[in-house]
């Protein structure tokens, strides 16, 4: 009898957990980012769930993660940094030659996976304002390339893109913008990994 009741509330939870999974989950970001040299500075937040209850991240200026309502959340937990942990990784990242990375992800069918997510994304809302500029002219004009991917995915009502390219040596970038999409995370996975695999070299 005991035996029945764990099978029956494994297979309960694991319903639930499927239904959640196929249940489309909004996410939006929303925010401010003004980067200079060596300087950033701005507000950024980042929902996951439902249209007013969920995950909330809270990226700029404070590093915190709430659950419940996104205004009176239940949960709240400050999210410390590390410095000497990210210190140290990040020089054993620049140890690794752009050769090296380039290597590892040209692996990846980066641009498939990229084209059959967005297919099962509904945009809600997708605006971006203000001036772009990296220190590398080069990623200047790759971002503005990849932005321009958009224009043929996402519905022209729900598109705004009023950037001005900023293309200098130095890192210039003040933007202003919102993302909203609603996707079905467990369709989504599915989707990306027979991608993956019928891409892989």
Do not use: C
Not at 66 to 80: D, H, R
Not at 114 to 123: E, G, P, Q
Not at 179 to 199: C, D, E, M, N
């Amino acid at each position: 009898m005991m035996l029945y009741v764990i099978v029956y509330t494994i297979l309960f939870i694991l319903s639930v957990l499927l239904i959640v999974l196929i249940l489309p989950v909004r996410i939006r970001l929303t925010g401010r980012l003004k980067l200079k040299e060596f300087d950033i500075e701005g507000n950024a937040r980042l929902l996951l769930g439902y249209r007013k209850r969920g995950i909330g991240i809270d990226i700029l200026p404070k590093k915190t993660i709430t659950l419940g309502t996104y205004q009176k959340p239940i949960f709240v937990k400050s999210l410390q940094k590390n410095t000497k942990k990210n210190k140290n990784h990040k020089q054993e990242s620049d140890e690794k030659s752009l050769k090296e990375k380039y290597m590892s992800f040209r692996k990846i069918p980066v641009m498939q996976l990229i084209k059959s997510v967005l297919k099962l994304i509904h945009w809600e809302e997708f605006s971006l304002k203000g001036k772009l500029g990296f220190s590398n002219p080069m990623y200047t004009g790759l971002a503005f390339g990849f932005l321009n991917t958009f224009n043929g995915l996402v519905n022209p009502q729900k598109l705004i893109l009023e950037l001005e390219p900023i293309f200098s040596d130095k890192l210039n970038t003040d933007v202003e913008g919102t993302i909203h999409i609603r996707l079905s995370p467990l369709i989504t996975v599915i989707q990306a990994g027979f991608t993956y695999y019928k891409f892989h070299k």
